[in-house]
């Protein structure tokens, strides 16, 4: 299990405010661009109404001569007035009887291309109460084109009018700026709030991680307790547990092993022999050569290990060394008689370390046996026991670890082994 660090917490925060930010963005942009809309539309609403203030009575007399007139009368008063220039001003307009043939046109100068327009537009002409428009974009100028009935004052069409507003520099900058204003304010809410949110986010999520640490420390504490317990019951000393451990994520390492694996490879050393706890004393504790059924009763705890393991999600990472750790690169070891790379890496890493720890270290009943001698007993089971091309690595780096482990003595050993746990468990 690796925990999060604080750096990728922080990272995860910000890109999920940054994520935010530009969603808000987004959600201002759309509205203020509605909100824009209405605002042209409404001009473009009350230029019209104020035209048919003008032509109301020209219209429902049915004099289609007189209305255009007004027309053009309007369009030239409205273009020359301050106030239409400050909203801006109708380029195109057109009038439409109530059967919809049109009656009279006004088109600015210079303005012919939008009349154009129109024209290849093609028509929806709308029921009563109805308004019609349509944004768009020339050279960054806004226009809108609008279409609505021309209403009765009993509400019965006499037309239509049909323009092009053409919004003034000044109302679409203003419009531009409101709308980059509102984008930029939400953005910046955004982040701000996330700013002030994250300590709080960090401590609290730093009293999870202090207790995830705990909680791996405790499982850490067990995997050694168990390790040491079944050293004893085995009369061996957790040194050598401790020290075919170093030896294994040395090996492992120069193997190219990733994290996750060597953690693996570390349950499985401090476990491998778990099982021996179901194993009679008078089997385990004999002094002399175990006899056939005794041999065969002693290989079951392989089994026994692995059945151990079943009982922890945590510890079952330790099945690969639990079940490969008397597996024999020629397929000569037990339980499964596995060969070659049929038995797991962990477990092929293991042996070799299990081995020379074996031959080089001090017992009861024998003294270290040198370096080169052990290491010749090693290669002489090349291709035997060993995966040779682990053994070949083993050879170019054990003579620097045997003798750094020798001068750290047992109590140095525990510290190497502390910190290597460490530094493979702990939160980084
Ligand atoms: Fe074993």
Not at 42 to 69: M, N, Q, V
Not at 202 to 230: P, Q
Not at 260 to 287: E, S, W
């Amino acid at each position: 299990m690796t925990l999060p660090t604080y750096r990728s917490i922080l990272l995860r925060v910000a890109a999920a405010a940054l994520a935010l930010a530009a969603l808000a963005g987004t959600a201002a942009f759309l509205v203020e661009v509605e909100i824009a809309d209405a605002r042209v539309s409404d001009l473009a609403k009350h230029e019209s109404a104020a035209f048919l203030a003008d032509a109301r009575d020209a219209l429902s007399a049915d004099s289609g001569a007189r209305a255009g007139d007004l027309l053009h009368r309007f369009m030239r008063g409205r273009a020359e007035s301050g106030r239409a220039e400050a909203d801006g001003t109708f380029i195109v307009a057109e009038l439409y009887d109530a059967a919809q043939a049109k009656t009279a046109e006004y088109v600015a100068p210079g303005a012919e291309w939008a009349e154009e327009r129109l024209k290849g537009g093609g028509h929806q002409f709308p029921l009563p109460g109805e308004f019609r428009y349509e944004r768009f974009h020339v050279d960054g100028v806004i226009f809108i084109q609008t279409i609505e009935p021309l209403l009765d004052r009993q509400g019965r069409i006499l037309g239509y009018f049909e323009s092009v507003f053409r919004l003034s520099p000044e109302r679409s900058d203003e419009i531009v700026k409101d709308t980059a204003m509102v984008v930029a304010v939400s953005t910046l809410s955004v982040l701000a709030a996330a700013l002030v949110l994250l300590p709080i986010f960090v401590a609290f999520n730093r009293g999870v991680m202090g207790l995830s640490r705990r909680l791996l420390d405790a499982n850490v504490e067990i995997l050694t307790v168990l390790g040491s317990a079944i050293a004893k019951r085995d009369s061996d000393t957790h040194a050598h547990n401790y020290r075919v451990t170093i030896l294994a994520i040395r090996l492992a390492e120069a193997m190219g092993f990733d994290a996750d694996a060597i953690r693996r490879l570390v349950k499985g050393a401090f476990l491998h022999d778990v099982g021996k706890i179901a194993i009679p004393d008078r089997i385990l504790l004999k002094p002399g050569k175990l006899d056939a059924a005794e041999f065969a009763e002693m290989k079951t705890h392989v089994a026994h290990g692995l059945d151990i393991l079943k009982s922890s999600a945590w510890l079952a990472d330790a099945a690969d060394v639990v079940g490969g750790h008397h597996e024999k690169f020629d397929g000569s070891g037990y339980p499964a008689g596995l060969a070659g790379e049929a038995i797991p890496a962990a477990a092929r890493v293991f042996a070799i370390a299990d081995v020379f720890d074996a031959l080089t270290s001090r017992r009861p009943y024998k003294e270290p046996m040198p370096f080169a001698q052990a290491m010749a007993i090693l290669h002489d089971g090349a291709g035997r026991h060993f995966d040779p091309a682990m053994l070949a690595r083993f050879a170019a780096i054990a003579e620097d670890l045997h003798a750094r482990l020798t001068a750290l003595g047992d109590a140095g050993v525990d510290e190497e082994l502390r910190r290597l746990v460490g530094h493979y468990f702990a939160t980084p």
